[in-house]
């Protein structure tokens, strides 16, 4: 049976990726009670890392669609941890958002919307969540975007 997240992905034609590995020594997410940590998750399109400064050579767009597909990532992790079934996802409780860029660069909180806004489109009032968004003057593997997030899960 299909759940309602799960109808609501189809109907905005967003297929999660498969949950990415960790690049390092962690786990991709820990489970304590109801609260999920997922690990940070950095921009990638179609199997690969989506890079560069936001500021320098990225627009405020080009960052927030790189922050779109950290989200995805995220929802997959999420999935992972549930063993498949998204339904068990009750709300998103806080994003914290690492945006490459420049020093003068200060629309952190425009890019990290990418992600913030699909999430609510996705799961409604249960995306809302708490955020921060920070400059970061470099990431791993010189992505544009990392995301972790907390969620709260059945």
Known sequence: MTNAIETRLAELGITLPGAPAP?????????????LFVSGQVSMKDGAFVTGKVGADMTVEDGAAAARACALSLLAQVRAACEGDLSRLKRVV???????????FTDQP???????????EILGDAGRHSRSAVSAGALPFDVAVEIEGIFEIA
């Not at 690049?23 to 609260?35: C, E, I, K």
């Not at 425009?110 to 609510?120: E, Q, Y």
């Open 23 to 35: 690049a390092a020594n962690y786990v991709p997410f820990v489970r304590s009670g109801d609260l």
């Open 94 to 104: 806080k994003l914290t958002g690492f945006v490459n860029s420049t020093t003068d």
């Open 110 to 120: 425009k890019v990290i919307n990418g992600a913030s806004d699909v999430l609510v």
